[in-house]
């Protein structure tokens, strides 16, 4: 089946320490896109990118870090200067084109303790 | 931040139609009106999106006012699991802003029995 893949659904860390979202999909999607959604707010854009070797920041990078080595992968990184990361993160992908929609993964729950 | 107006919370019968108002009055004019879906917890998923038609698939409705700073979106016949955050959405439509979805904090759709 064609779709997006987030794993894991769960993540616990201590704080300080950086943590890997990985997202995946198979639907030949040039563009891929992080997400991050807080208690009872919208999707927030943290990095995005158009094409493989390329990305470019959101509204809120801050603290975040990703790769685009391979088009059907697009790692996130959290990184410890990240100062409020628990969160819902969300992964997205679509074609290079304003007319297609985004197509989202299942989603990764990070709790900083 | 959200290029879109949305109320807060409605709510609708089951069986009846519901339709969900969306202000949108600094599109631009090759900005796609998308409209998504949330539930709890759960990856946002992609309903309907339009340009200055109304358009129809097998899930909703969507009408454009002509000149296009609202839109509607109709659920025909509403289901209990069609209770949902549902995101209007305006999307870049090019350059930098090429793909991206800018969402609100949506309307929160109640359907009861």
Known sequence: DGGITQSPKYLFRKEGQNVTLSCEQNLNHDAMYWYRQDPGQGLRLIYYSQIVNDFQKGDIAEGYSVSREKKESFPLTVTSAQKNPTAFYLCASSRRDPSHEQFFGPGTRLTVL | DAKTTQPPSMDCAEGRAANLPCNHSTISGNEYVYWYRQIHSQGPQYIIHGLKNNETNEMASLIITE???????????????????????????????????????????????
């Open chain 2, 67 to 113: 000149d296009r700073k609202s839109s509607t979106l109709i659920l025909p016949h509403a289901t209990l699991r069609d209770t949902a955050v549902y995101y209007c959405i305006v999307s870049g439509n090019g350059g930098s802003t090429l793909g991206r979805l800018y969402f609100g904090r949506g309307t929160q759709l109640t359907v009861w029995p």
